[in-house]
């Protein structure tokens, strides 16, 4: 048995109830301990963390990140938890189960710095870090303990003391043999957590949990499985790979394999983006296809210019529309080419706005980006459209003369508000 404080980094052979150099009980013990080293990260609570941080009278408060009461929870902190607020709850009912929470609007801009001062200090670590959102990644260390002169475990539990003191928040890790079995270690100890799952123990220690546990087992795949009989990770254990390809079909073996902690994915220090969006929600329910249409166009504009900021085009688009009763509506068009054009992406998602807009109330409206296509490929004009190419100039010029003077340098005018 292997025991590591996490006060003092102190590595000892023996199963000890307290450090005998420091005293502390932040103790992380386990046999496997020195031989792991994929680690999941997570930031605890990060935006409302961060605004804790830099409003210290709020330590001790409930504090919801979010829209204001037409909105939905970015993100709590750990009080507002204990009253049974949750990220992506209507603000209504949050503010309904916690009333005395202190609501702060998103900062983005601020939440993505302290992410990359995070991150910079992840990569001085090891090469091999994949983000998985502005809060999160996972790590893996192998190779790396001649150039740290201690194991991964000792390096991880150091680098979250580093962050605590240097960017003013606690992060949770998770350490394991693979990135599945680390991320599901990391929600095991949260907040300012650290928790192991070995390779041997892995598969016994998954076998009494609930399917969902699994990432990607979402709430349709769980009444499959519940359909079938398979409510437990045991169930799906006990499967052979043909018997899980007959009851589940391709992604059967899959699922299996996962329920037993197997994971052969590894830690890739890029990220590819599956999809690029952008959404609003509006201060008032909204009806009319006109009043929809600006701002649509405006979430337009805005796709486009994080697709030129990624380097990636739309090859298709997806609006989202979420109705006054928070129902989700989702409506996909393919583009006969790929594009980075707000006008292009505009005149695709039009039709498919105005068929949805019927009378039905729609507290928010969201374009997304998908397939995505290389920048290379976008707006190269042909026969159908020789003058995309020319449209591609016009919006260069534009976003030139905004990223110069400012927004409203050059305005559209479907863009103008509307008294």
């Known amino acids: 048995m292997a025991t590591l404080c996490r006060d003092c980094l102190r590595v000892t052979a ?16 386990h046999p496997e301990l020195l031989r792991l080293t994929v680690a999941h990260v997570d930031c605890d609570a990060f935006y409302a963390a961060i605004e804790k ?7 001790a408060r409930p504090v919801i990140v979010g829209g204001m009461r037409r909105g939905v929870v970015a993100a709590c902190c750990y009080v507002a938890r204990t009253r049974g607020v949750r990220s992506a709850m209507p603000m209504f009912q949050a503010l309904r189960a916690c009333p005395d929470a202190v609501v702060i609007r ?3 801009a601020k939440y993505a710095a302290e992410g990359r001062r995070i991150r910079t200090l992840m990569e001085a670590l090891t090469p091999l870090v994949q983000p998985l959102s502005i809060d999160e990644a996972v790590m893996d260390l192998a190779g790396t303990e001649a150039l740290h002169g201690a194991p991964p475990a000792a390096v991880l539990a150091r680098f979250a003391l580093r962050v605590e003191r240097e960017v003013g928040v606690t992060v949770s890790i998770g350490l394991a043999p693979n990135r599945l079995l680390a991320k ?13 799952i070995g390779r041997a123990e892995a598969a016994a220690l998954l076998a009494p949990e609930p399917a969902t546990l699994l990432p990607g087992v979402g709430p349709v795949l769980a009444r499959r499985l519940a359909a ?9 254990q006990a499967l052979s790979d043909r018997e899980a390809l007959a009851r589940f079909g391709e992604e059967g073996p899959g699922l299996a394999a996962r329920a037993r902690g197997e994971d052969p994915r590894p830690v890739r220090p890029e990220r590819e983006a599956r999809s690029i969006s952008a959404e609003t929600t509006f201060e008032r329910d909204l009806r009319e296809a006109a009043e929809l249409e ?4 405006h979430l337009c504009e805005k796709l486009a210019r994080r697709l030129g900021e990624k380097g990636l085009a739309a090859g298709g688009v997806v609006l989202k529309l ?14 006969p080419a790929p594009t980075r054009l707000p006008e292009t992406l505009f005149e695709a998602a039009q039709p498919l706005l105005r068929k949805e807009a019927d009378g039905t109330a729609f507290r928010l409206v969201g374009i997304g980006a998908q397939p995505l296509a290389p920048a290379a490929e976008a707006d190269r004009g042909d026969l159908a459209d020789p003058e995309a190419p020319r449209r591609a100039a016009r919006w260069a010029a534009v976003e030139a003369l905004r ?4 927004e409203g340098a050059v305005v559209r005018g479907r863009g103008l508000r509307t008294r």
């Not at 990391?186 to 192991?196: L, Q």
């Not at 398979?230 to 799906?236: F, I, Y």
Request: with cysteine; net charge positive; glycine share 8%.
């Open 294 to 297: 600006r701002p649509l166009w």
């Open 14 to 29: 023996e199963d000890l109830a307290a450090c005998p150099s420091c005293g502390s009980h932040r103790l992380v013990r």
């Open 322 to 335: 979420k109705t006054a009763g928070f129902a989700l509506r989702t409506r996909h068009a393919r583009l």
């Open 106 to 108: 998103p900062d983005m």
């Open 184 to 196: 599901i270690a990391a929600e095991r100890d949260k907040p300012r957590g650290f928790a192991v």
């Open 403 to 406: 990223a110069r003077f400012g």
């Open 53 to 59: 941080r830099d409003r210290p009278e709020l330590l």
């Open 228 to 236: 079938a009989g398979v409510t437990r990770l045991g169930q799906l």
